[in-house]
């Protein structure tokens, strides 16, 4: 399928109970995660409710009471997000960890009308909406309920118009987001066996992301 990647992420996303005041870049710092030039306050908020900051210019960390997100655009310093999230739950070895979320996505330009419409026709059979004079798929989610990666997958594809310039239209594209979920047993909510699943798992994850989007290329190509 011809398009043209503009962005992606690939994000850890850990679920349980934090206190966001703990989490800031000097607390990571203290503890070797992250180095001095990786001290990132621009932009920084603290608060009970509430912390939001970066690490260094690579990575943008969010934690409220009940999930912290580890977030980064570039697919090269993956092993070094991979790294940072198992490094600061070794740091928190009393926390309980309930749930495991490995996420990636991106946003794809579609210059072709054709092909923006063979995408939507390709997700879900349009001519059979008989009922509607020009059907089109606004978004879809499609979950795997017994996936052998994790304990669930799903992939979300959402059509979008994409500005590169204000009140400009350069043309249509896709929002792609996939999430790689682990309910972490009840009896086993540990850091220790959080780390281990994320260690085993980040790399397998996003190679089968890249798997999935070739299938998706392939029923593009098919419905064309």
């Known amino acids: 399928m011809a398009k043209e990647k503009l962005s992606e992420f690939?994000?850890?996303?850990?679920?349980?109970?934090?206190?966001?005041?703990l989490f800031h870049p000097y607390w990571l710092r203290e503890r070797n995660i992250i180095s001095e030039r990786d001290v990132n306050m621009e932009n920084a908020y603290m608060h009970?409710?509430?912390?939001?900051?970066?690490?260094?210019?690579?990575?943008?960390?969010?934690?409220?009471?009940?999930?912290?997100?580890?977030?980064?655009?570039?697919?090269?310093?993956?092993?070094?997000l991979r790294d940072l999230v198992i490094q600061t739950l070794e740091q928190l070895p009393e926390v309980k960890i309930t749930a495991?979320?490995?996420?990636?996505?991106?946003?794809?330009?579609?210059?072709?009308?054709?092909?923006?419409?063979?995408?939507?026709?390709?997700?879900?059979?349009?001519?059979?909406?008989?009922?509607?004079?020009?059907?089109?798929?606004?978004s879809i989610r499609v979950q795997d309920e017994d996936s052998e990666l994790m304990s669930q997958k799903s992939i979300g594809i959402k059509s979008?118009?994409?500005?590169?310039?204000?009140?400009?239209?350069?043309?249509k594209g896709i929002d792609v987001d996939m999430n790689y979920n682990y309910d972490m047993p009840k009896n086993n909510q540990t850091s220790r066996e959080a780390i281990r699943i994320i260690d085993e798992n980040?790399?397998?994850?996003?190679?089968?992301?890249?798997?999935?989007?070739?299938?998706?290329?392939?029923?593009?190509?098919?419905?064309?």
């Open 10 to 21: 690939y994000s850890i996303v850990l679920l349980g109970s934090f206190n966001p005041l």
């Open 48 to 80: 009970p409710e509430l912390a939001q900051f970066s690490v260094g210019k690579w990575m943008q960390v969010i934690v409220n009471p009940r999930k912290i997100e580890f977030k980064i655009k570039e697919e090269v310093k993956v092993p070094m």
């Open 100 to 138: 495991i979320g490995i996420n990636r996505g991106e946003i794809d330009l579609i210059t072709d009308p054709k092909l923006f419409y063979a995408i939507g026709a390709a997700l879900c059979p349009l001519k059979k909406w008989t009922t509607m004079k020009d059907a089109r798929v606004q």
């Open 160 to 171: 979008i118009i994409i500005k590169k310039k204000e009140e400009e239209v350069d043309g």
């Open 202 to 224: 980040v790399f397998v994850c996003f190679e089968d992301y890249n798997k999935v989007m070739a299938n998706l290329d392939q029923m593009v190509n098919d419905a064309i």
